[in-house]
């Protein structure tokens, strides 16, 4: 039973996407952008309540839960829909664009439900859709990544999933609320697994880097924003002051970050340093105060701009170039001028330089952990905010565009300005990232808790929050340059933690394929020499006997009785009773001869 009607924005995007292959082809260009833009309206437009509530069986799901944290951050999912599209708007390839809404109505359908079942349903959408995107890139090893990407997922959907019936059948509630946090159950931990696997928290990360990296030019710009973020709107609606999740966010800070210095792919660089920057919105959500959820909130939606923006221009290298990476770049800034201002641009925003969006968001995570007393917290996430700077503020543009050019001739000849539509999506990002950072009422108003909102914003530009950060930055860049040798790129694989299970996996490959093979190949012949054989002969003779002796004897004999029968068919037929006539005939004869005579 349907409640009432009620146009959910997912729906906007799901419906859009099928009709899409029916577009003419002059009209296409012009629908990929009005299905996201109605879509954003859509979102802007829902008022606060609970719409789209449906029950089956004894289930009522609850399709729309408006609330200030599920309009923020369904604000920038559809913000940022519209930024993906018209990114790969000359893509040809209609399955990826519907791949790509499809993804993003998951997000935004897991971002409103209202309940555990609607939000794991929308949940396995995003996980479905997403690995399309690294699919269509076509490489050989595209697909084997997909296929690490979509397990690790579904192992994560599973353990959700776990949780949920768990949860359900301890408290009869599906209610997508805040759980137990101080005195977490078993149906607790597994529904937390099911959201950090999408956060990528350390161990369980390695699927981020693989993924994105791999993910065509414009697949990456939609995963980079979409997943991680839904986890951790998750893990605010569900987790919120959990404090595991303080030491986890610090590590995921400082991990991600030295993994992307040490990275040659810039790429998978970004991807790596997305788990950095997905590590402050985690241990806000563990700290619990309301700056904390207020940060957290902030640096998501503050992230998917920036990320967006570095994913678009390292793409546009990548869509012109065919390369990646730093080894086979260099010395293209006579070649992409514009390309590399839009990055540097992306690139000091996550780094929170004053006046970019990095620095109105993640300073506010820094102060909530100095403002809980959480000292470590807040040195820690200093420190890999100065890592930050030093991977992607200077190294990517450095090695990209400035440097030792390391371009083959192809490489160079290639290089150039790519198409308007992708200069406009990147144009359009940077504005978002500085005005974001030069005016913080347009952010800050939408914050989930406007009273610690207000008091931020009054310090956030104090001298002395501005002065502290310069001197940090100031710092990394100079380190880096007297260090340049020293960060050089090298052709190399840096070892993950993901190194276990691609291993194991081999090692299960070679198992299976080697010994066990082989093993069950002997047994195989075993058997068929042993077994089979014997068996086979059996039957044969058995069918002969059977064909020529029992069936000989049974045939044999049903012919005798067949013979008898045609015999006394024939003599009740008619040939007795001529006979038995004839013979009373002669008889009656002789009777009446022997009357007569004698």
């Known amino acids: 039973m349907i409640s009432d009607l009620w146009l959910h924005p997912a729906l906007i995007l799901l419906l859009g996407g099928l009709l899409l292959p029916l577009i003419p082809a002059q009209l296409r260009k012009a629908y990929l952008i009005v299905i996201p833009l109605l879509t954003f309206i859509r979102i802007v ?71 555990l079942l609607t939000l794991f349903l929308f949940w396995e959408v995003m996980a479905f859709s997403s690995v399309f995107l690294v699919w269509f890139r076509g490489r ?56 950090l696997v999408n956060a990528a928290v350390p161990p369980l990360h390695a699927w981020l880097p693989d993924a994105y990296g791999e993910a065509t ?12 973020k839904t986890a951790v709107y998750a893990l605010i609606r569900g987790f919120a002051g959990m404090e595991i999740l303080i030491a986890l966010g610090v590590i995921m800070a400082l991990y991600g970050v030295v993994y992307a210095v040490l990275e040659n792919d ?10 950095s920057q997905v590590g402050y919105m985690v241990a806000g959500v563990g700290l619990g105060t309301e700056l904390a959820i207020n940060g957290a909130v902030a640096h998501a ?66 102060s909530a952990g100095f403002e ?48 308007w539509n992708m200069m406009a999506a990147m144009g359009v990002t940077a504005f978002l990232c500085i005005f ?13 808790y406007q009273n610690a909102a207000t008091e931020y914003a009054a310090v956030v530009y104090s001298s002395y929050h501005v002065s502290e950060t310069l001197q940090i930055l100031l710092f990394t860049a100079l380190g880096f340059f007297l260090l340049i040798k020293k960060l050089q790129p090298e052709a190399k694989i840096s070892l993950d933690l993901d190194w276990p299970y691609r291993k194991g996996g081999q090692a299960f490959l070679w198992l299976a394929s080697k010994p066990i093979q082989a093993i069950d190949t002997a047994v195989g012949e075993i058997y068929r020499v042993g077994g089979l054989v014997p068996l086979m002969a059996s039957s044969r003779l058995a069918a002969v006997f059977d064909g020529k002796v029992i069936d000989g004897v049974v045939d044999g004999l049903a012919g005798s009785v067949k013979r008898l029968g045609e015999r006394l068919r024939t003599s009740q037929r008619g040939a007795l009773q001529e006979n038995l006539t004839m013979a009373f005939g002669v008889g009656a004869v002789i009777v009446v001869a022997f009357v007569l005579f004698f």
């Open 301 to 366: 939606f503050a992230h998917i701009l920036y990320k967006g923006l570095l994913f678009m221009g390292c793409g546009s290298v990548l869509y012109m170039t065919g390369k990646s990476k730093f080894t086979e770049l260099g010395g293209l800034y006579p070649k992409m001028p514009w390309t590399f201002l839009f990055t540097l641009i992306g690139g000091l925003s996550i780094s929170a330089f004053p006046l970019f969006s990095g620095f109105v968001s993640k300073s506010m995570i820094v």
């Open 266 to 275: 810039c790429r998978r660089l970004l991807a790596y340093h997305i788990i």
């Open 140 to 195: 050989e090893q595209s697909l084997a990544t997909g296929y690490r990407y979509l397990l690790v997922h579904v192992a994560g959907g599973v353990s959700l999933l776990a949780g949920i019936v768990l949860h359900y059948h301890a408290t009869g509630s599906l209610a997508f609320n805040l759980f137990n946090v101080s005195h977490a159950g078993l149906a607790d931990w597994l529904i937390l697994i099911g959201f």
């Open 45 to 115: 437009a829902l008022t606060k309540g609970v719409y789209g509530e449906v029950t089956v069986a004894q289930f009522t799901l609850t399709f729309g839960r408006v609330d200030e944290l599920s309009q923020v951050f369904g604000y920038i999912m559809g913000l940022m829909a519209i930024l993906g599209t018209l990114y790969g708007l000359h893509v040809q390839r209609t399955a990826e664009h519907m791949a790509a809404w499809t993804y993003v109505a998951g997000s935004i359908g897991a971002i409103f439900a209202g309940d």
């Open 436 to 448: 974001i950072g030069c005016y913080t009422p347009y952010l800050y108003r939408m914050l989930p």
């Open 372 to 419: 809980s007393h959480k000292l470590w917290v807040g040195f820690l996430l200093m420190l890999a905010s100065a890592g930050t700077f030093l991977h992607t503020g200077l190294k990517v543009p450095y090695f990209i565009w400035f440097g030792k050019n390391n371009c083959a001739k192809q490489t160079w000849d290639r290089a150039g300005e790519p198409t």
């Open 217 to 228: 030019f414009n697949g990456s710009v939609f995963m980079c924003a979409f997943t991680t």
